[in-house]
């Protein structure tokens, strides 16, 4: 399959598309970023629950749906529309997790928009298996029911996936393992996959990540050829196999990794970004005019930020965005530029009492010049401030291109600020950096005047 032939990408999440602290990596989320510019359409296919799906990291990356709970369940992107679901029937549903309740698991019940596990199972959470997050997010958002089959029953309600827990005990064994497949086999109208090791996830008859993309495919007017489908479990086989371009991570399943076409690095070392890049991303030479578009598009995505969301920003792409910082270029590189990293809850309140402009943000980047370090001309100008203009446009800029918000704050108590941070003394500082990202509301979002500019006739004049 040749790589202009790839029109839509589907990626699974855990293990795949996040690392192991559950956040994609920089050079993850600038390969999903580049292949949606190029036309790409971006599916994530998982097994949780859309209200479980990390909406925040996926904002910017160009991800037009997701496919949850192994397909029982397809959403639009951004706005989180379903536009399709596919229930098991409530009887069958009921019977299985009565039957099922006379082992020691935990059934992880997943109707529409609601989970629920069973009354006298909450207890169990602390000895199973699961990331941190994933148990602290099932205690706080289930719904424990005492008698959960004969409650799904009397509301006939429309069950989308049973996820199964196993207790792995001292020895190495998993508890109930064995008999629960067996009570499993006596229910051929499900479809039973695995999402990891000790874990059985169950959905209604042939729902699949493969079977509920047909919906998109169509709608989208690709094909299965067409198709790169990424994943690590054995609830990711079936899509791998329809594929044109079947991918699975290094830390994948042995069962997938036989089926998969290739096989990539690992989650943790960004095996989703070597799939795009080899595969998916248009590798011709471009132009110098396409070069200047591409910068020139993102120039024009650059807005002030004026209000800023309580998420972090992640020490590797901070690092980037000061490496670029450096980069620039100085006058007869004399460097008379000087940066700080205010991070610490400490500084963030001292920036606090000398500027109103922090918008919020955790992070505030200084860019400060020394005059008598600077390149001066023959009638006497020093290019200090000039210097350090160009280090900020590229720490604004590179911020812009890892996805992330910044504002150029100029107005700010200078003499003040020296008086909190004596580090800066003998430095003029010419901008604060707040940088994170954007605030969903309003505030967050572009200025009603962003756009408006003066025409080229009244900014440039040719000689």
């Known amino acids: 399959m040749q790589e202009n032939m790839i029109k839509l990408i589907a990626i699974d999440l855990d293990g795949t598309l996040l690392n192991r602290k559950g956040q994609i990596d920089e050079p993850t989320a600038k390969a999903v970023r580049k292949a949606a510019k190029q036309g790409t359409i971006i ?61 020691e698991v935990y059934p992880d019940v997943f109707a529409a928009q609601m989970e629920y596990g069973l009354g006298d199972r909450e207890e169990m959470l602390d000895r199973l298996p699961l990331p941190s997050d994933i148990r602290n997010y099932i205690r706080t958002h289930s719904f424990f029911i005492p008698n959960l089959p004969h409650f799904i029953r009397r509301r006939n309600m429309d069950i989308l996936k049973i996820s199964v827990s196993f207790i792995r005990t001292r020895d190495g064994s998993v508890l109930d393992y064995e008999e629960a497949e067996e009570i499993l086999k ?167 009492q000398v500027t109103r402009c922090i918008y919020g943000a955790t992070t505030v980047i200084a860019v400060g010049c020394r005059e008598e370090d600077a390149y001066v001309r023959d009638d006497g100008k020093n290019y200090a401030d000039v210097d350090a203009s160009i280090v900020a446009t590229h720490i604004m800029m590179e911020a812009q291109d890892l996805g992330l918000n910044t504002t150029w704050v100029g107005w700010f108590d200078a003499p003040k600020l020296h008086e909190l941070f004596p580090e800066m003394e003998g430095y003029d500082v010419v901008a604060l950096f707040p940088v994170g990202y954007a605030s969903d509301d309003t505030a967050g979002q572009p200025s009603p005047r962003h756009t408006e500019r003066k025409t080229r006739e009244e900014l440039v004049t040719d000689l």
């Open 43 to 103: 599916v994530i296919s998982t097994g949780r629950p859309i209200e479980e799906v990390p909406e925040e990291q996926l904002n910017g990356i160009g991800v037009r749906y997701v496919v949850a709970l192994n397909g029982a369940a397809v959403y639009k992107m951004p706005e989180g529309k379903c536009i399709c679901q596919r229930p098991m029937p409530a009887e069958l549903a009921s019977a299985l997790i009565e039957e099922l309740s006379d082992l």
């Open 186 to 352: 006596n229910y051929d109208q499900l479809s039973v996959t695995s999402g990891g090791e000790h874990n059985v996830e169950i959905t209604g008859q042939d729902v699949t990540k493969g079977s509920s993309m047909d919906l998109l495919l169509e709608e989208e007017s690709v094909t299965w050829d067409e198709v790169m489908a990424i994943g690590d479990s054995k609830n990711d086989l079936d899509m791998i196999t329809r594929s044109g371009l079947g991918i699975a991570m290094s830390n994948g399943s042995e069962v997938l990794k036989h089926h998969a076409d290739y096989v990539v690095a690992s989650n943790a070392d960004n095996g989703v970004a070597e799939a795009i890049t080899l595969f998916a991303l248009r590798n011709e030479k471009k132009s110098k005019e396409e070069d200047d578009m591409s910068f020139l598009e993102l120039a024009k995505e650059r807005y002030s930020c004026r209000k800023f969301s309580n998420r972090l920003v992640e020490p590797e792409k901070l690092e980037q965005i000061l490496q670029a910082g450096m980069a620039a270029p100085t006058a007869k590189n004399f460097q008379p530029v000087h940066l700080w990293v205010l991070s610490s809850k400490e500084s963030i309140e001292k920036v606090n």
